[in-house]
């Protein structure tokens, strides 16, 4: 449904009023796997919350904050059966054997060491992106995953839905040839993040834009031209004026090599911002959330690859015929439903991974590395250099 009629009974059954699960293929045997969050987190209640609601195989069961009486509002507002605060209550929340899948929607620098102890605690982890603060982090922790035969997926969300996998399967048809050049950006209006106090402006927390939003534009472009960068050609960043190791927005310009012998290396200008000044330093602007493709023989762009369940499109122009446009809300032939948001298909591969099914969609540890390494690589070429790497040490059993 692409009607404005469409757009608001998806965003209603997305985030307001998800339908409740009915059929599941074995949830009159099995308990639900029990969900924990470290953290009563902004971005937990639609990157979590809500998917959870209408999962049949999961129940909300745990939240712990720093602040006990933080967990108690949180867990009752979103129908947690229990709750865990104060200095030890992300331990606390650990050491709950009834507790399955932990969520971690901490800052990203503390990533690590909550993921390396829910890991150590034996639970399947849900991590937010960035993965870490530096590909050793990512990679530390994939390590810990597979020694314990638990389930690690950095919740790199955009990817699950079709409308990106639309995208790459247009390019990866050949229709318009050979891809030459990839562009991506995500860029938000001043005033939506960044106040002082915000971990995004926190360098010790893994801080900046590229970390934040830029982490999107580089695994997008990435994803669509399946392969890594063979070079950084330039990082240029927009430094915060309280703290110069923090970048408001970067724009990046990469460069990578061919996947068929013979042809051009394949160029990409990824850019990232929180703080798009207003128009004429008075209207608002748009968020900028944009993919363009430039093939031989045409172009392909969309609009919206990190929410696109409210609204997304896809536009391709084959060079010499008409344009046309495209939406992907649903797999042909596959799980979800059009109200799914980014973040209810990411639960219900995690889940199938955890159930030993295999997901539509996955995030493999080496794409995590080497998202982390070249976001550490474009910082290091932008003069702010890689976000500290956490000091903690798992204590060996
Ligand atoms: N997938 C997505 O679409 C999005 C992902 N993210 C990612 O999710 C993570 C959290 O982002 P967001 O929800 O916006 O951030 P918030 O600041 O809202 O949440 C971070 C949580 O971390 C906890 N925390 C623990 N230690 C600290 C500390 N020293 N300082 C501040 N907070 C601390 C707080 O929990 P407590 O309740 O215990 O106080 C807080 O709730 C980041 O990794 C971010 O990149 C963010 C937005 C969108
Ligand atoms: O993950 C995210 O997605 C959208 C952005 O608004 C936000 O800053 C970021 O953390």
Same mark, same amino acid.
């Given at each position: 449904?692409?009607?404005?009629?469409?757009?608001?009974?998806?965003?209603?059954?997305?985030?307001?009023?998800?339908?409740?699960?009915?059929n599941?293929e074995?949830?009159?045997?099995?308990p639900?796997?029990?969900?924990?969050?470290?953290?009563?987190?902004?971005?937990?209640?639609?990157?979590?919350?809500?998917?959870?609601?209408?999962?049949?195989?999961?129940?909300?069961?745990?939240?712990?904050?720093r602040?006990?009486?933080?967990?108690?509002k949180?867990?009752?507002?979103?129908?947690?059966?229990?709750w865990?605060?104060g200095?030890?209550?992300?331990?606390?929340l650990?050491?709950d054997?009834?507790?399955?899948?932990?969520?971690?929607?901490? $800052?990203?620098?503390?990533?690590?060491?909550?993921?390396?102890?829910?890991?150590?605690?034996?639970?399947?982890?849900?991590?937010?992106?960035?993965?870490?603060?530096?590909?050793?982090?990512?990679?530390?922790?994939?390590?810990?995953?597979?020694?314990?035969?638990?389930?690690?997926l950095?919740?790199f969300?955009?990817?699950?839905?079709?409308?990106i996998?639309?995208?790459?399967?247009?390019?990866?048809?050949g229709?318009?040839?050979?891809?030459?050049?990839?562009n991506?950006?995500?860029?938000?209006?001043?005033?939506?993040l960044?106040?002082?106090?915000?971990?995004?402006?926190?360098?010790?927390?893994g801080?900046?834009?590229?970390?934040?939003?830029?982490c999107?534009?580089?695994?997008?472009?990435?994803?669509?031209?399946?392969?890594?960068?063979?070079?950084?050609?330039?990082?240029?960043?927009?430094?915060?004026?309280?703290?110069?190791?923090?970048?408001?927005?970067?724009t990046?310009?990469?460069?990578?090599?061919?996947?068929?012998?013979?042809?051009?290396?394949?160029?990409?200008?990824i850019?990232?911002?929180?703080?798009?000044?207003?128009?004429?330093?008075?209207?608002?602007?748009?968020?900028?959330?944009?993919?363009?493709?430039?093939c031989?023989?045409?172009?392909?762009?969309?609009?919206?690859?990190?929410?696109?369940?409210?609204?997304?499109?896809?536009?391709?122009?084959?060079?010499?015929?008409? $344009?046309?446009?495209?939406?992907?809300?649903?797999?042909?032939?596959?799980?979800?439903?059009?109200?799914?948001?980014?973040?209810?298909?990411?639960?219900?591969?995690?889940?199938?991974?955890?159930?030993?099914?295999?997901?539509?969609?996955?995030?493999?540890?080496?794409?995590?590395?080497?998202?982390?390494?070249?976001?550490?690589?474009?910082?290091?070429?932008?003069?702010?250099?890689?976000?500290?790497?956490s000091?903690?040490?798992?204590?060996?059993a």
């Amino acid at each position: 449904m692409s009607s404005v009629f469409g757009v608001f009974w998806r965003v209603y059954a997305a985030f307001i009023s998800p339908p409740r699960p009915d059929n599941v293929e074995d949830n009159d045997t099995l308990p639900p796997l029990k969900i924990g969050i470290l953290g009563a987190a902004a971005i937990a209640p639609p990157a979590l919350v809500l998917p959870a609601k209408s999962h049949p195989e999961v129940e909300l069961y745990a939240v712990a904050a720093r602040d006990i009486s933080r967990a108690e509002k949180f867990a009752k507002k979103h129908g947690f059966k229990k709750w865990y605060g104060g200095k030890d209550g992300y331990q606390d929340l650990l050491d709950d054997q009834e507790i399955d899948i932990v969520y971690n929607p901490l $800052p990203n620098g503390l990533h690590y060491e909550w993921t390396m102890k829910a890991l150590a605690a034996g639970k399947h982890v849900l991590l937010e992106k960035p993965s870490g603060n530096t590909a050793e982090e990512t990679r530390r922790m994939f390590s810990l995953a597979d020694q314990k035969g638990l389930v690690l997926l950095e919740a790199f969300h955009y990817k699950f839905h079709p409308a990106i996998q639309r995208v790459r399967a247009i390019i990866d048809s050949g229709e318009l040839g050979a891809i030459k050049e990839v562009n991506a950006t995500l860029a938000l209006p001043k005033g939506m993040l960044g106040n002082d106090d915000d971990i995004r402006m926190n360098y010790d927390l893994g801080g900046g834009a590229m970390m934040d939003c830029g982490c999107y534009t580089l695994s997008c472009v990435r994803y669509l031209i399946s392969n890594n960068p063979s070079a950084v050609i330039s990082a240029t960043a927009m430094r915060y004026s309280k703290d110069p190791r923090i970048d408001t927005g970067t724009t990046a310009n990469l460069t990578f090599a061919s996947l068929k012998p013979g042809e051009e290396p394949v160029r990409s200008i990824i850019k990232c911002d929180f703080a798009i000044p207003p128009r004429w330093g008075l209207i608002p602007r748009w968020p900028d959330l944009s993919v363009r493709a430039v093939c031989e023989r045409g172009s392909i762009e969309i609009f919206n690859y990190v929410m696109p369940v409210i609204y997304h499109s896809i536009t391709v122009r084959p060079d010499g015929k008409v $344009p046309r446009t495209e939406k992907a809300y649903t797999f042909e032939g596959g799980k979800g439903e059009e109200w799914w948001t980014t973040y209810r298909y990411q639960l219900e591969a995690f889940v199938d991974k955890v159930k030993g099914r295999t997901p539509q969609t996955w995030v493999n540890p080496e794409d995590s590395i080497a998202n982390m390494e070249w976001i550490e690589k474009i910082y290091e070429e932008s003069g702010l250099g890689s976000r500290p790497q956490s000091t903690y040490v798992l204590p060996t059993a």
